[in-house]
């Protein structure tokens, strides 16, 4: 990046940035905002409103005729973002070029495809609740097959990471087994094991293995695998960190943390 300095003026009313939650005050933000999240330009940003705070706000009149031209020409997200670059000088030639490359691949996928990285970009983040409505959307249009069943088994797969995210374990476990329908990986089957006694009683949990007819010697290492993870030194140092914080503080910051993520 050339420069991440503010050397455009500051809005003194922020622009909302639905998918992020976030209001930003110059055009360096946004520039910011668009080159890390390549995933996420769509509508919710490429829009009039945003042609209008850059108008009155910012007072970029040049650069509002611009993109409410290309909004008209509907052209695609490159034509749209790439003059909002050239106006903060914030990427170099090549970096302009490679950009320009990456969100020119993105476009020519499929909405299922560009649908599916949002959702994937979003668990990344923890907006699990977002995410969760990215996933549903591509479920809910029905297109079995249509890009294979390895990409449907994906898309169950991150869902029940969403659900696991947010603590919804029941929701979660579902998710995974209809991934294990459609993809029998044996990760996938360590997942849906691994979440069921999260939700379940212990003998709930016994018969549902007999129900499920599950391999005792493979159930055994899923168990040994999870204890494992959880005598980790990172997840250790973790714990031990926490406990000398203040459980109140923690719990507020646990809650701000969990709202931020179910939001739609």
């Not at 010697?217 to 204890?227: M, P, T």
């Amino acid at each position: 990046m050339s420069y991440d300095l503010c050397l455009l003026g500051q809005a003194e009313k922020p622009y909302y940035i639905e998918n992020i939650r976030t209001g930003i005050y110059s055009l360096e933000e946004l520039c910011f905002y668009l080159y890390n999240n390549i995933c996420l330009i769509d509508d919710s940003i490429m829009n009039e409103g945003l042609c209008d705070w850059i108008r009155d706000e910012l007072k970029l009149s040049k650069l509002y005729r611009q993109l409410y031209e290309q909004l008209e020409k509907r052209e695609g997200a490159a034509f749209f973002v790439l003059p909002i670059f050239r106006e903060a000088g914030y990427l170099s030639h090549q970096e302009m070029r490679e950009f320009q490359e990456r969100l020119t691949k993105l476009e020519v996928q499929s909405e299922d495809m560009k649908q599916k990285l949002r959702g994937d970009y979003l668990v990344k983040e923890k907006m699990f609740g977002r995410a969760i409505w990215e996933y549903r959307q591509i479920l809910n249009r029905k297109n079995p097959g249509k890009l294979g069943t390895q990409f449907y088994a994906a898309v169950w797969n991150n869902l029940g990471a969403a659900y696991a995210g947010l603590f919804q374990f029941k929701e979660a476990s579902q998710c995974f087994w209809e991934s294990y329908g459609l993809m029998k990986t044996k990760e996938t089957f360590r997942k849906y094991i691994s979440t069921l006694p999260l939700f379940l009683t212990e003998e709930e949990y016994q018969k549902k293995l007999k129900e499920l007819q599950a391999d005792a010697y493979l159930v055994q290492k899923i168990q040994e695998y999870n204890a494992k993870i959880c005598t980790q030194k990172s997840f250790s140092d973790e714990l031990e960190r926490m406990k000398k914080r203040d459980s109140a503080e923690i719990v507020e910051e646990l809650k701000e943390e969990y709202c931020r993520s179910t939001k739609i």
